[in-house]
T-cell receptor
Framework: DAGVIQSPRHEVTEMGQEVTLRCKPI?????LFWYRQTMMRGLELLIY????????DSGMPEDRFSAKMPNASFSTLKIQPSEPRDSAVYFC???????????FGQGTRLTVV | KNQVEQSPQSLIILEGKNCTLQ??????????LRWYKQDTGRGPVSLTI?????NTKSNGRYTATLDADTKQSSLHITASQLSDSASYIC???????????FGQGTRLTINP
């Protein structure tokens, strides 16, 4: 298995532009998580899905952020419009039930200028 | 508020030496506790996972301990190697909300 696959690995965009981050979870995993990591705040959970259904999106910072999981093998995190303070590394992780570990992707480093 | 506090924030030791990283948590009810290793520019990778009833778990040179009564965990690294340089993150699962609550991590640097 190739693990959790995220794309792109790096994204540089101008303020105000729409950004879409993509994630392919490990096949068979039924939970998917989106995290944001910054030096100041560490890893923060943005949203997680269970069986493609959003369970908790209380970590989504504001309405500019949205996430979808149209099927078990694909999820997107969209920021519209992007702002410089959104610059961070965004991780996607998946797992198969509790208490199994969550496997993380390589992350997408987003820079908004 | 559920929190996970790690100490120290950063640590520098010489290759071959041992070290211990600390994690205190207030997450309740508690489901399990994980230690992750995150290399620079990479995603976190799980080292150990412990449930409420487990006191210690080893993974090679890494040994994690858990005291569920005092809500403390430690990660001990034996005979450190240069490749151990990374951030080590303590993660506690909130049983009620099924959330992973992350500590800020300890940045470990191994010098030759």
């Amino acid at each position: 298995d190739a693990g959790v696959i995220q794309s792109p690995r790096h994204e540089v965009t101008e303020m105000g532009q729409e950004v879409t981050l993509r994630c392919k979870p490990i096949s068979g995993h039924n939970s998917l998580f989106w995290y944001r990591q910054t030096m100041m705040r560490g890893l923060e959970l943005l949203i997680y899905f269970n069986n493609n259904v959003p369970i908790d999106d209380s970590g989504m910072p504001e309405d500019r952020f949205s996430a979808k999981m149209p099927n078990a093998s694909f999820s997107t995190l969209k920021i519209q419009p992007s702002e410089p303070r959104d610059s961070a590394v965004y991780f996607c992780a998946s797992r198969s039930g509790q208490p199994t570990e969550a496997f993380f992707g390589q992350g997408t480093r987003l820079t908004v200028v | 508020k559920n929190q996970v506090e790690q100490s120290p924030q950063s640590l520098i030791i010489l290759e071959g030496k041992n070290c211990t990283l600390q994690c205190n948590y207030t997450v309740s009810p508690f489901s399990n506790l994980r230690w992750y290793k995150q290399d620079t520019g990479r995603g976190p990778v799980s080292l150990t996972i412990m449930t409420f009833s487990e006191n210690t778990k080893s993974n090679g040179r890494y040994t994690a301990t858990l005291d569920a009564d005092t809500k403390q965990s430690s990660l001990h690294i034996t005979a450190s190697q240069l490749s151990d340089s990374a951030s080590y993150i303590c993660v506690v699962t909130d049983q009620g909300a099924q959330k992973l609550v992350f500590g800020q991590g300890t940045r470990l640097t191994i010098n030759p």
